[in-house]
């Protein structure tokens, strides 16, 4: 028991001596110096930068829009007269060509009143050519034969109207186009203004989209314009109309891109993204992580001149994309800083580092 006792004694006073050694020790000892950063300017060499050089391109900067297919005329054609319809040559969804025949409607008695015409025209006609022959004789006064061909003329007239009223039961295409809908059936009875069928004409189709009124004044008549719809397709128009009035809701204008379909693939109705160009500049394509801010807050891109000193050029962005960004106000050609521009100052000599040196370099590793 006894020697259990000094041992846990003993194992005390040595833990207690060991870690007063070792706060003792922190006291003495001193903290290690740390070596200062080095510096270039001292060694006499100029920090290294990442360049690439670059080429203004010219670039049409485009304004991307949703909006929609719609048929470039779409009706219906309605009946000019009154009648039963006896015969529709067309069916929903064929096609008609301009002045082909839609519908007939029954004649009625309209084929009699155009021979009672033309028989009162002939009485009237006859009329006329005897008192003219009796005027010349100084049988006929001259205010007779002026009443005669008063009623020369009247018959003449009849006679046009009952061929127009007969020909208003042929009803006829007044354009190109599909058959979308038939409104009435054989038998139907029609009155005038009746419709009877719906025409679409969807060559050319439209694809009409709204536009600010920011960025309509960029827009000019005739520019070209592409489209991709729904169905993946993509195609090629020219703009054909930009309104003049704003839509009172939205304050957005209405443009119009018109595109051939002359297999009337594109239909009616269907969802698009038009891309339309708003202007067209020479502008620098290069990546967003190559902008910087001066020192006075102005967004731009370092460069390095012929001397290898840093320049900072003030730029425009008109225009992103996927490739990247596109920036205005830059010279046609320029040596611009990829890598490093945010450790380097305007002024400052560097060493430029081409980046296809660098891309050669790592060619000839990977060989």
């Known amino acids: 028991m006894k020697r259990s006792f000094f041992l846990a004694f003993f194992f005390a006073v040595a833990a207690a001596a060991w870690v007063a050694s070792g706060q003792l020790g922190e006291i003495d000892a001193q903290p290690e110096a740390q070596k200062p950063p080095a510096d270039l300017a001292e060694l006499g060499e100029p920090p290294a930068v990442r360049v690439r050089k670059s080429v203004a391109q ?9 909006g929609r297919t719609e048929a470039n005329r779409l009706i219906e054609v309605k009946s000019e007269t009154h009648g039963r319809i006896i015969e529709l040559t067309v069916e929903e969804g064929s096609r008609v060509a301009a002045g082909e025949i839609i519908a007939r409607l029954s004649p009625g008695d309209r ?26 004789k100084g049988f006929r006064a001259s205010t007779q034969v002026a009443a005669t061909e008063a009623s020369l003329e ?38 005038r203004g009746d419709p009877i069928t719906r025409l679409v004409e969807l060559d050319p189709i439209l694809i009409v989209t709204q536009v600010n009124e920011r960025d309509v004044q960029r827009l000019s008549l005739g520019a070209i314009g592409q489209a991709r719809l729904m169905t993946g397709d993509q195609v090629e128009g020219h703009i054909r109309h930009i309104s003049t009035i704003a839509d009172e809701a939205t304050r957005t204008f209405r443009v119009e891109l018109e595109v051939d379909n002359p297999e009337g693939r594109i239909a009616d109705g269907m969802t698009a993204e038009i891309a339309l160009p708003l202007d ?24 390095v001149d012929e001397n290898n000193r840093v320049v900072f050029h003030p730029a425009k962005i008109v225009d992103t994309g996927n490739e990247g960004v596109w920036i205005a106000g830059l010279p046609d050609e320029v040596t611009l800083i990829t890598v490093g521009q945010e450790y380097v100052r305007p002024g400052e000599s560097v060493r430029s580092v081409s980046e296809a040196e660098i891309e050669d370099s790592l060619k000839d590793l990977a060989s």
């Open 111 to 136: 084929r009699a009143r155009l021979a009672e015409a033309k028989a009162l025209l002939a009485q009237r006609q006859i009329e006329y050519e005897a008192d003219q022959k009796l005027s010349k």
């Open 154 to 191: 009247a018959a003449e007239a009849e006679v046009k109207i009952a061929q127009v009223e007969l020909g208003y039961t042929v009803i006829r295409a007044p354009f190109d186009g599909v058959v979308d809908k038939r409104l009435m059936e054989l038998g139907d009875f029609v009155d």
């Open 280 to 303: 067209q500049t020479t502008a620098h394509l290069v990546s967003p992580a190559i902008l910087t801010l001066s020192d006075k807050g102005l967004i731009g891109v370092k460069a």
């Open 58 to 66: 010219d670039h049409a900067v485009i304004d991307l829009l949703r």
